[in-house]
Structure formats: C-alpha cells, structure tokens
C-alpha cells in the first residue's frame, strides 16, 4: 500500500460497512496522513448495513474526510466482473454503474485531481 501512494494527490479508499471496515478505514486514513495525501471516501455496499454507514459517514465528518459517494449493494457488479467489463459500461445503466459515475464527476468537480508533471 505504502508504494501506491508513492507521487499521488490523492486517494480514494473504498469501505464497506462492517466492524472491519471500519477498522481497516480507520488504519489506512492514518497511513495516507503521514504521506499527506488527500483521502476521499466510498462506502460499498452501503446499504447492506446503514447503521454502521452511518457510523462511517460521522467519522468521516468528524475527521474531516470527504465522502466521494456510496454504491449500493447491486448484482450487476459480478455480472460484469464475470463478462469483464466495467459496470458502468454494462447496459442497461444500474444503480451501482450511476453511483460509481455521481462519485466520479463529483470527485472530477471537487478539483480533488490535479495533474502533476511527470518526473524527467
């Protein structure tokens, strides 16, 4: 992990909500702070359990921490593993496929990416 955070601006780091999760969330965001890399949040699965969404998303304010989107529980997204292929380029659109895209262009919007020249 430490090396994929080697000349990034930012991180996006998935969860889900379980105790775990939480746990692991909790480990990671303090391992990109120390490299000062901006962290952003999706919860998977949210609402496979909501209280402890819920219990992320308080944390996350609490801490600071944006909160990129959350993609529900969807089918779909083993289907299209299974095809190999992106769920959002799977048709018809599903539910995942459009959060996954709302968490993209809001992470896009937020001017979250910068583009660094690369090293010569």
Not at 11 to 18: C, D, G, H, N, R
Not at 65 to 75: H, S, Y
């Amino acid at each position: 992990m430490i090396a994929s955070l080697s000349g990034v601006d930012i991180a996006l780091i998935v969860t889900e909500p379980s105790q775990s999760g939480v746990h692991d969330l909790k480990r990671i965001l303090g391992v990109v702070a120390h490299f000062g890399v901006k962290p952003v949040v999706c919860i998977n699965k949210y609402d496979i359990n909501e209280e402890v969404t819920e219990e992320i998303e308080e944390f996350c304010r609490e801490d600071g921490v944006e909160i990129a989107g959350k993609v529900p529980f969807d089918v779909s997204i083993t289907k299209a593993m299974v095809a190999g292929v992106p769920v959002v380029e799977t048709g018809p659109k599903t539910d995942a496929g459009e959060a996954i895209e709302r968490m993209w262009a809001r992470i896009n919007k937020s001017n979250c990416l910068t583009t660094k020249s690369p090293d010569v």
